[in-house]
């Protein structure tokens, strides 16, 4: 069975930092390209980071670029985000998701497992 959990979120101040991290089980992690996504309420599902299953590549959402940083760990099973400078527009749940091989990482129906999610609240 797969599992992917989320951990890290919070209530923080704007310009505040914040680490995400996300444990994956039940899978071969090094196979799956990961990425990040977040829901704000009443808005669709985003993409914000991924990163290829050898590494070696990243891919960033434009708002996100610059402040925020992925990175995995595959002799752990974990993803990371490491959130800098955020800003209340950060605000959201925040959900990583794996895809096996995965090419496209800004698609979130290209992914095959997700998380339950994590909330990070930036207060202005």
């Known amino acids: 069975q797969v599992q992917l959990v989320e951990s890290g979120g919070g209530l923080v101040q704007a310009g505040d930092s914040l680490r995400l991290s996300c444990a994956a089980s039940g899978l071969t992690f090094s196979t799956y390209s990961m990425g990040w996504f977040r829901q704000a309420p009443g808005k669709e599902r985003e993409f914000v980071a991924g990163?290829?299953?050898?590494?070696?590549?990243?891919r960033y959402a434009d708002s996100v670029n610059g402040r925020f940083t992925i990175s995995r760990d595959n002799a752990k099973n974990t993803v990371s985000l490491q959130m800098n400078n955020l800003k209340p527009e950060d605000t959201a749940v925040y959900y990583c998701?794996?895809?096996?091989?995965?090419?496209?990482?800004?698609?979130?129906?290209?992914?095959?497992?997700w998380g339950q999610g994590t909330q990070v609240t930036v207060s202005s």
């Open positions: 990163i290829y299953w050898s590494g070696v590549k990243t």
């Open positions: 998701a794996a895809d096996w091989y995965g090419m496209e990482l800004i698609v979130p129906g290209k992914y095959d497992y």
